[in-house]
């Protein structure tokens, strides 16, 4: 289970690669807001569902709560993030501010995915090493 985590991560990081990628691409779109920026609110949806199931894979690998307070902190900082997209006002000197914070945090739940992604990479080297070891007959 420890393994599919490490591959539920990596769509995790696809999205938010294609997540930048929207936000570039609604910032330069013609149109309202709304329109220009829809795709990128709805794979801001998609990422807040695979963040969220990523915390149910993270307790089904047994690799202890580290990993889960990760993977339970990228669905935060999502959270986060919607939250900053809500309360800033648009068109004011404030809320432009608190806007900006919306690309921190975005950067910050890339960062926090990638280090869940290592912790997990690392407790499976650890556990083969510990397979290993217990393969080995001890001599006589």
Do not use: C
Request: charged residues 15%.
């Amino acid at each position: 289970m420890l393994r599919f985590y490490r591959v539920w991560i990596g769509v995790l990081h696809a999205l938010i690669g294609i997540q930048f990628f929207l936000a570039g691409y609604g910032a330069l779109g013609t149109g309202s807001p709304d329109e220009s920026f829809s795709l990128h609110i709805m794979n801001g949806r998609l990422i807040a569902a695979v963040a969220l199931l990523g915390i149910l894979f993270a307790a089904l690998s047994r690799a202890g709560g580290k990993l889960v307070g990760l993977a339970a902190g990228v669905l935060g900082l999502v959270v986060l993030q919607s939250l900053i997209a809500l309360v800033s006002v648009a068109g004011t000197t404030p809320g432009q501010i608190i806007f900006g914070f919306h690309a921190i945090n975005a950067l910050m739940i890339m960062g926090v995915a990638e280090s869940s992604a290592r912790l997990a990479k690392r407790i499976i080297a650890e556990r083969k090493g510990e397979e290993r070891t217990e393969a080995v007959p001890a001599a006589a």
